[in-house]
């Protein structure tokens, strides 16, 4: 069977290096999918959920805000941070969630919210959540 070679790195660690069937990804102009043979591409990565197959193992990630690159059967994703759906702390990610929804109440009588900042922080909160509900 042909496979790719998936890399998954933050400015952290590496969190995926290995061959594997198919991605999918959270593109900026939506979820992606790359299967072995696929032209060249580039796009922007938003936060979300990443998957990949690998032999009979589907793997679910928590991915932030990056880049992505397929060539040569060679996806390179760069995000600002990724975790395995087993990696992730639900409690902490339950009480960002709680803050973020309470900065978004907040800010409907502060206009010194930064709403971006704090959208961000919410669907971060979100899709770990998600993630992690996969691994159960």
């Known amino acids: 069977m042909d496979t790719l070679y998936l890399?998954?790195?933050?400015?952290?660690?590496?969190?995926?290096?290995?061959?594997?069937?198919?991605?999918?990804?959270?593109?900026?102009?939506g979820e992606f999918g790359v299967l072995p043979g696929h032209v060249l591409f580039l796009s922007g990565v938003v936060p979300g959920e990443l998957r990949y197959i690998a032999g009979?193992?589907?793997?679910?990630?928590?991915?932030?805000?990056g880049f992505a690159e397929v060539s040569n059967d060679r996806v390179s994703i760069l995000v600002d941070a990724a975790e395995k759906a087993g990696?992730?702390?639900v409690d902490r990610a339950k009480k960002a969630l709680d803050r973020a929804q309470k900065r978004m109440e907040e800010g409907k009588s502060n206009e010194d919210i930064d709403y971006l900042r704090v959208?961000?922080?919410?669907?971060?909160?979100?899709?770990?959540?998600?993630?992690a509900r996969r691994d159960i």
Do not use: F, H, Y
Request: charged letters at 25%; aromatic letters at 0%.
């Open 7 to 29: 890399e998954v790195v933050t400015p952290n660690r590496v969190v995926v290096s290995q061959e594997v069937e198919t991605v999918v990804a959270p593109g900026t102009e």
């Open 87 to 89: 990696e992730i702390d």
């Open 119 to 131: 959208e961000a922080a919410l669907q971060r909160a979100l899709v770990r959540l998600k993630v």
């Open 56 to 65: 009979t193992e589907t793997v679910s990630l928590s991915v932030a805000q």
